[in-house]
């Protein structure tokens, strides 16, 4: 660490302190005495921790403290980031032996001064979990549900606010043992997510509010961010970016500065970016990321009467007589429009039934005739006045000028003569003398004139079928099925959508509405890099780092000939490579309080003693009164005994489960 210190220490030291720099062309000697004279003057303020953090890592992510140069003499205000509030939002979580979320607990930082001011806990059990809110049932079961939605007020200050139905929710999942074991602590990150996610959501369409972080540990996931209004002043302070960026939020703003200097750099053949962009798909065989979709669409059409019956030839006409009703009329519509001294006219009138099973009855209600009058429809004769009788003169028997106009209100059912798909041909018979007319009207009522159209657009389909692509993500109306090439577990709640067209509306459910799916394709691209492995491989086996000489031997692929090369070194000085602690033994009281008591109560004495990890000063140890030391000042590693604790603890942390049951 020294080494890297040293190097960071002289690099500062030649921009801004009052450190003399070197020229590259002086010896080595003077170069080494240079570095050290250097070093010397910027070691001692960061050569330990607590100094690293309290002169960059504070001053760099906070406007409490400014960067000062390494003479003093110079302060400024060099953050990298805006500054951003405190955690504004703590969400808490804790699952019953059903799986159900039975603590919910929020609380809130409102006007982001550092300090959480409100505080909600959700009172219904959590049985399922949604992008804008949660199901609550009987625990361990998915009956009796009830939805919540979450709300802010203008402040923000969210609460759970009971919906009718699960049309307000939207992504919805089951996390309960009535949906699969273990669905809770499974997917703990997704579900901090989603109802964090909801929360945040909710308190952005009250307030505009940048997030800026977010931590998740344990059950638990906090939200840092900070509003618009309070990105902090930039006067007098080199400034890059914009002071406002919620002028981005929803693409309101165009693209993002990164998003033009990745553009800028792709273009430029000479940039780092490029360069490693080219390398990455250059190397071996690439893997590219496929999005597509499988989509239902699900439309209300309105029909019209002519879609339901349409005239074809003949005379007559189609008319509506209500927004459900329409009418046939057979024949012409007038009076004395034949003349003879006794003959029979006919009138042929043929419709076509589009839609025979909306339909709901059919009625001959109404003809005028004089003198004899015959309706057929469909080859049959379905009605005839005046009478019923065979008489048809001069066809039949029977006294032809009966010297009257007929017009009767009629009430005769013809609804099965309809009720099929096709031509309908239609025709009335009648007989005059002198002269006479004659027409008849069919009303027909429909019982639904709304048409649902369904299809699926899948874009998919290749990929599916594509055994050079692996499915890598999928999303089902908001809810992770598949993630990171693993499935969840989790599956979405089937839901319902109004679905509208014209003056038709009608509620639809279906176990889902829209897939997202991204595929991970191998290219078929690959690329033979082993001559130049074998050349890197013999450089290495060949490499000799000694005290003053480095020398190794190059190697050329291609003609097989070996080169030597050796390297003079500069002499090499021993420096120190950590930071000394040393280990020592502190009297504490241990007053540990646990479910079956607290430890005085099982010991004679709390009086006991911890080991402590201290930093040295030099060669040093600081070692206070009444405390021992156990390891002198030297270089110390603990990692595999900090990752063993580490490994332990996350372990103990997924077995701690409240239940009901004895501890």
């Known amino acids: 660490m020294r080494k890297v210190l040293v190097s960071i220490a002289c690099f500062l030291m030649v921009l801004g302190s009052s450190a003399t720099p070197w020229a590259w062309d002086q010896t080595w000697p003077e170069a080494s005495s240079s570095g050290k004279s250097a070093a010397n003057q910027v070691l001692p303020k960061v050569n330990k921790g607590g100094k690293i953090t309290s ?16 003479d003093n003499n110079t302060g400024f205000n060099a953050q ?133 972080s977010t931590e998740v540990t344990g059950t638990e996931i906090l939200y840092y961010g900070q509003q618009s209004s309070s990105m902090g002043s930039t006067t007098g302070v080199y400034f890059s970016g914009t002071a406002h960026p919620e002028q981005y939020y929803a693409g309101g703003g165009g693209s993002l500065p990164a998003d033009s200097e990745v553009l800028n750099q792709s273009a430029d053949p000479d940039s780092f970016y490029y360069q490693l962009n080219q390398l990455s798909q250059n190397i071996g065989t690439s893997s590219t990321p496929v999005q597509c979709q499988v989509v239902r669409s699900v439309t209300m059409h309105e029909l019209g009467l002519n879609d339901i019956i349409m005239p074809q030839d003949g ?77 048809f003169p001069p066809e039949a028997p029977g006294r032809c000028e009966l010297s009257t106009s007929w017009d009767w209100g009629l009430n005769v059912d013809v609804t099965d003569n309809f009720r099929h798909y096709g031509t309908v041909n239609t025709k009335i018979r009648v007989s005059v003398a002198g002269c006479g007319e004659g027409f008849a009207i069919i009303r027909v009522t429909v019982n639904d004139l709304c048409e649902i159209h369904e299809d699926v657009t899948n ?110 070194l500069p002499p090499r000085e021993d420096v120190e490579r950590c930071e000394k602690s040393c280990r020592v033994r502190v009297p504490v009281e241990d007053t540990q309080a646990l479910l079956t008591g607290n430890t005085s109560m099982y010991r004679d004495t709390v009086n006991t003693f911890r080991e402590v990890l201290k930093p040295c000063d030099g060669d040093t140890c600081p070692v206070g009164s009444g405390e021992t030391l156990i390891e002198g000042c030297q270089c110390t590693n603990y990692f595999l005994q900090t990752t063993s604790i580490l490994q332990v603890m996350d372990d103990a942390s997924k077995d701690i489960i409240c239940s009901s049951s004895p501890p």
């Open 459 to 568: 874009t998919c389909s290749s990929l599916e079928s594509d055994s050079n692509c692996r499915l890598r993500d999928e999303q089902v109306d908001g809810v992770y099925t598949y993630r990171n090439s693993n499935p969840t577990g989790l599956e979405p709640i089937p839901s319902c959508k109004t679905i509208t067209g014209g003056t038709c509306a009608q509620t639809v459910c279906r176990e889902w509405w829209q897939q997202n799916r991204t595929y991970l394709c191998n290219s078929s691209s690959v690329y033979d890099f082993s001559a130049i492995q074998q050349r890197a491989g013999h450089i290495q086996n060949t490499f000799n780092d000694g005290d003053a000489t480095m020398t190794f031997q190059d190697y050329n692929p291609d003609t097989s000939q070996t080169t030597d090369y050796s390297v003079t």
């Open 80 to 212: 990298l980031t805006a500054p951003s509030s405190n955690a504004f939002v703590d969400l808490f979580i804790a699952p019953s032996s059903t799986g159900d979320l039975t603590t919910v607990t929020l609380r809130q930082d409102t006007d982001f001064d550092g300090s959480f001011d409100y505080a909600y806990s959700v009172t219904s059990p959590v049985s399922g979990v949604c992008a804008n809110g949660f199901i609550s049932a009987d625990q361990g079961t998915w009956t009796n549900k009830h939805y919540f939605t979450w709300t802010a007020d203008t402040s923000g200050r969210v609460t759970a606010t009971e919906v009718p139905s699960l049309l307000d929710l939207a992504g919805c999942y089951c996390i309960n043992s009535s949906c699969g074991s273990n669905l809770v602590w499974a997917n703990i990150g997704t579900i901090l997510k989603d109802l964090g996610g909801g929360i945040v959501s909710t308190i952005q369409n009250q307030r505009t509010v940048t997030i800026t």
């Open 55 to 70: 002169r960059f890592s504070n001053p760099l992510t906070s406007n409490a403290s400014p960067l000062y140069t390494f």
């Open 315 to 391: 005379t007559g006409q189609v008319r509506q007589c209500g927004p459900s009703c329409l009418e046939i009329v057979l024949g012409r519509i007038g009076d004395n429009y034949w003349c003879a001294s006794c003959a029979i006219f006919e009138e042929y009138y043929n419709v076509f039934v589009q839609h025979p099973e909306r339909i709901q009855r059919a009625t001959l209600v109404r003809a005028k005739w004089d003198d004899r009058i015959q309706v057929w429809i469909g080859g049959s004769k379905v009605w005839s006045g005046p009478n019923s009788d065979n008489t």
